[in-house]
């Protein structure tokens, strides 16, 4: 079954350093997205893309991030400099907009933890 | 008031029983409601979706929706101790894709 695949697992960095979560969504789907889940709180949207740009990006998704589909198969997260508070889980999805829904049930990755310290 | 709330549990029940997983939401332009389920450090799963009011049944799951009480449920019929993780239910306007989410609410099914 196709899955939307993430790297790395787990990935610490020092505060202010930069950072790129890899993303590769299921094959023949168009929208990608990021989301993010700080530990015991709610999924958070970031940002959705769609035809090589940002079609929705959330209050969170400020000058630091950045998002690219850099070839045919990848979809990145760029974090410029990381903060203490970007400690999260960053989740990857991605959806079919030719479904019945137009595309809005997603399907997401494993995640990336991401621990600044 | 927020805009989706989820009792977080955590709700334990034996083997057998009838789970019955509720979220409550605010905003009326809510169209497509979903209900995923994330076990420990892994990504939510997309269990079912639903379009507007109605019922949807897939096996031992049954998705409700009740757009005039602004109230969604999730049944699990016959819950397995393989049942036990976190459920989110998540939804959205349909003019976008953006998916608003609740807390989750964990559940433990013992054996």
């Known amino acids: 079954e196709p899955e939307v695949t993430q790297t790395p697992s787990h990935q610490v960095t020092q505060m202010g350093q930069e950072v790129i979560l890899r993303c590769v969504p299921i094959s023949n789907h168009l929208y990608f997205y990021w989301y993010r889940q700080i530990l015991g709180q709610k999924v958070e949207f970031l940002v959705s893309f769609y035809n090589n740009e940002i079609s929705e990006k959330s209050e969170i998704f400020d000058d630091q991030f950045s998002v690219e589909r850099p070839d045919g198969s990848n979809f990145t997260l760029k974090i410029r400099s990381t903060k203490l508070e970007d400690s999260a889980m960053y989740f990857c999805?991605?959806?079919?907009?030719?479904?019945?829904?137009?595309?809005?049930?997603?399907?997401f990755g494993q995640g990336t933890r991401l621990t600044v310290v | 008031q927020k805009e989706v709330e989820q009792d977080p549990g955590p709700l334990s029940v034996p083997e057998g029983a009838i789970v019955s997983l509720n979220c409550t939401y605010s905003?009326?332009?809510?169209?497509?409601f979903m209900w995923y389920r994330q076990y420990s450090r892994k990504g939510p799963e997309l269990l079912m979706y639903t379009y507007s009011s109605g019922n949807k049944e897939d096996g031992r799951f049954t998705a409700q929706v009740d757009k005039s009480s602004k109230y969604i449920s999730l049944f699990i019929r016959d819950s397995q101790p393989s049942d036990s993780a976190t459920y989110l239910c998540?939804?959205?306007?349909?003019?976008?894709?953006?998916?608003?989410w609740g807390l989750g609410t964990s559940l433990a099914v013992n054996p």
């Open positions: 999805a991605s959806s079919d907009p030719r479904t019945v829904t137009g595309g809005t049930e997603a399907f």
């Open positions: 998540a939804m959205n306007a349909g003019n976008n894709r953006k998916l608003i």
């Open positions: 905003n009326s332009a809510f169209q497509y």
